[in-house]
């Protein structure tokens, strides 16, 4: 008995995955009833389809295009950042460089239309310094939402490989009077290279499942990704065998995409924390700090300023107005009580998988290779990266109406594919705190018989309580914001609060779009910096331990 | 932490003190890894306060990691002659003959991970060597090797020594390595100097000063 319970993963956790892969297998379903005779020549005829092709094109090149960008602006500012190690203000910039990750894309989008649409800001200087600004709706948008989004994700991954070099060779290069350059390719270059390699491939990845971004931002068939098309396919031109086969080769590259991410060792999570820096005092020449300088102010300027025009425009709204709209305490009521559903779900199946893992884990204690549980266990809390929410959601969409009326069963399926989704995140926020307590303790609790439920309440849980509360954080931030599973599901009946901001953007209602934009994310920062909060404390308790 | 002492130019100083006393601060300070609340450094009576680190007369070999782990032997050594690495003839000499005179000639294009803790830290003299700073720190550069290995690796400071003259500072914990190489030392507790002098009567636990003896304990007392 006891050592069944070491070296099985539990139930709880098995029972997870298969809620997982369930969930996931929503996705395949329209394909194997349409591959079912009468239904397979509709998809073959799709394949003919210029849109699919197309989208595809689009979606890769896009892609590329968004993640060299990124990297091309990363990491000047993660060098100039890892040179100026004691400016004040230094671990705001970092903390800032945390935020987009959370930001509901659709907040996002309105800020950036709002600096570098028709009349923005931006845009406006520089069309009055003479030269022109190529419109937001199109590849231009959609490349500026994706550095906005993944070039502090890069900067941030990047500080964090560098984290990882011994002091001493800093030091060293101090010592020997190593140039910028001279430093930056023998000591900087050869860490932050393989960084880059997996901030590549994971912005690849978030690039090639992008919905929000190039639905809003996309003009017209031309700026088309898979996602939207099959989006468009479903609710617009009700061509369910186009959506099916565009489902099919969405899964396709995101499984190429996610492999690449495998091998270049990338993490889905990376960039949520990022490594101290040992603080170092230095002289420098006074050129090499002003283009530091210069080059951090660029930078964190370009990521504030969308959160700056987002309050600004927010604030200059009827919020008041706003309030006493009954479609807008509908659509909080229905975004609070389903986002809280999906973040008590997500931080459950995590709990569940990170004990099946842990359990899993101390059965081989002493062999150095993951036993298939694991393994199993790991990737099924991936699954989602491979068949993303959108193609899950649509998947669903086309089973369900079969059956009956899609759009009664949109809270449940908001609900799980929003928790699916978050549970990479909440999963490698509580792994470590979960196998932490069960290496200090499993002996003790064999010993003492505290088993199952009393193990939890007694053992497990005051260790990992900390971890739950921010993965459920980050979690609820995740399913506030998020426009795929809704845009699908959504209509009169249940609205969220992203959906309520595209059908006001719809509508030219610019205003209200702008009010919601800034209640929305206040939510979701406000959720954030409660998360960072805890963290804190979480490293700082441990560094006073050990 | 409060320091006040000289140390002999071109001698050979053993800096002993239980851990946590500020031997590596001290060392820290001199090389310019940090920064004195007050007070100041005099090398030669000149003050070091604004000199930048790659500027003082100043060679320190740490504990481990001295060495590029995806660079050459032969680069690392020469990155003590420029460190863009961009080197004419005579550096490319002058990298092989230190190698060389440390017993490691025709080592040089491998890669640290391929050479032994010991090796390791002979490369890292040999960088000394090209440097020509008149300033030697080992913050227990040889901790971490056997006894036979670290004695071999004192004789061969000892040897660099007598070439060349350096002021060598050393941290250790073992009271024999001052003895060995060392004729002078400086022993420190609780961030301060308790008292320095010839290692011989310094390091005798028959005229050694309470504390020093409360360090040294039983066992160097039999």
């Known amino acids: ?546 | 932490m409060r320091f006040d002492c000289d140390f002999a130019a071109g001698a050979i100083t053993a800096l002993v003190g239980p851990s946590g006393s500020g031997k590596s601060t001290l060392l820290n300070l001199l090389a310019g890894f940090e920064v004195p609340q007050s007070g100041a450094i005099r090398f030669d009576g000149e003050d070091m306060a604004r000199v930048p680190v790659s500027e003082r007369p100043v060679s320190m070999v740490f504990q481990e990691n001295n060495l590029f782990a995806h660079l050459s032997v032969f680069e690392n050594v020469a990155l003590g002659l420029s460190p863009s690495l961009r080197l004419d003839p005579t550096d490319r000499d002058a990298a092989e003959e230190a190698l060389a005179s440390v017993g490691l000639g025709g080592y040089g294009a491998r890669l640290p991970g391929q050479l032994s803790g010991g090796e390791r830290q002979r490369v890292a003299l040999a960088r000394v060597i090209v440097r020509r700073k008149p300033v030697l720190l080992l913050d227990e550069a040889f901790a971490s090797l056997g006894p036979a290995l670290r004695l071999e690796m004192l004789d061969l400071v000892a040897r660099i020594h007598s070439e060349r003259g350096m002021t060598t500072l050393m941290v250790t914990h073992f009271p024999e390595d001052a003895r060995r190489i060392a004729p002078q030392t400086v022993f420190l507790a609780a961030g301060t100097v308790v008292a320095g002098g010839p290692t011989e009567t310094l390091l005798d636990p028959g005229t050694a000063p309470q504390a020093i003896r409360d360090y040294l304990g039983s066992a160097e007392s039999t």
């Open chain 1, 1 to 546: 008995m006891a050592t069944r319970s070491l070296t099985g993963a539990g139930t709880a956790a098995w029972i997870s995955v298969l809620a997982l892969v369930l969930l996931a297998a929503g996705a395949f379903l329209p394909l194997a009833i349409m591959a079912l005779p009468g239904g397979g020549g509709a998809v073959a005829g799709a394949l003919g389809d210029p849109v699919v092709w197309r989208s595809l094109r689009f979606t890769l090149v896009q892609a590329a295009l968004s993640t060299g960008l990124s990297l091309l602006f990363a990491v000047p500012v993660a060098a100039a950042l890892y040179e100026m190690r004691r400016f004040p203000g230094r671990g705001l910039v970092l903390r800032l460089f945390a935020l987009p990750l959370a930001l509901p894309q659709i907040v996002a989008v309105l800020a950036i239309v709002g600096l570098y649409g028709e009349r923005g800001a931006v845009s406006r200087m520089v069309e009055s310094a003479g030269l022109g600004f190529p419109s937001i709706y199109g590849l231009t948008g959609i490349l500026i939402a994706h550095v906005f989004f993944n070039m502090p994700l890069a900067v941030r991954i990047v500080l964090g490989g560098l984290a990882s070099m011994p002091g001493e060779y800093d030091r060293l290069s101090y010592q020997l009077g190593m140039g910028f350059r001279a430093r930056f390719r023998h000591v900087v270059w050869p860490f932050m290279r393989p960084a880059l390699a997996s901030a590549a491939s994971l912005i690849f990845m978030l690039c090639v499942t992008s919905f929000t971004v190039v639905l809003t931002l996309g003009g017209g068939p031309r700026a088309t990704t898979l996602e939207v098309a099959i989006y468009q396919a479903l609710t617009f031109d009700f061509d369910i065998a186009r959506a099916v086969l565009l489902a099919g080769v969405q899964i396709a590259v995101t499984a190429l995409a996610f492999g690449l991410l495998a091998r270049a060792g990338g993490e889905v999570s990376a960039g949520l924390t990022v490594g101290a820096l040992r603080p170092f005092l230095v002289r420098r020449h006074v050129p090499g700090q002003a283009v530091s300088a210069i080059t951090i102010l660029v930078g964190t300027l370009f990521v504030l300023l969308p959160f700056a025009v987002i309050i600004w425009r927010g604030l200059s709204a009827d919020l008041m107005g706003l309030f006493g709209q009954a479609g807008f305490q509908r659509a909080l009521a229905t975004s609070l009580i389903l986002g809280t559903l999906a973040a008590c779900l997500a931080v459950s199946l995590s709990l569940a998988l990170a004990s099946g893992m842990a359990r899993a884990a101390a059965g081989r204690r002493f062999r150095g290779e993951r036993t298939r549980a694991e393994r199993a266990i790991g990737q099924s809390s991936s699954l989602i990266l491979v068949v993303p929410p959108v193609v899950i959601a649509a998947g669903w969409f086309v089973v369900i109406r079969q059956f009956s009326s899609a759009y009664a069963a949109a809270p449940v399926m908001v609900v799980t594919i929003n928790a699916a989704m978050a549970v990479p995140f909440a999963i490698r926020l509580i792994l470590p705190a979960v196998t932490g307590a069960a290496e200090r303790y499993d002996r003790l609790c064999l010993q003492l018989g505290l088993r199952g439920f009393s193990r939890l309440r007694l053992v497990t849980w005051p260790l990992v309580r900390r971890a739950t509360l921010l993965a459920f954080a980050f979690s609820l931030a995740l399913s506030l914001g998020d426009l795929g599973v809704i845009a699908i599901f959504g209509s009169q009946d249940v609205q969220t609060l992203p959906y309520l901001i595209l059908q006001r953007m719809g509508s030219y209602r610019t205003q209200d779009a702008a009010g919601l934009a800034l209640i929305l994310c206040a939510m979701t920062m406000a959720l954030m910096m409660i998360a960072d909060r805890a963290g804190k404390e979480d490293s700082a308790r441990e560094r006073s331990e050990t």
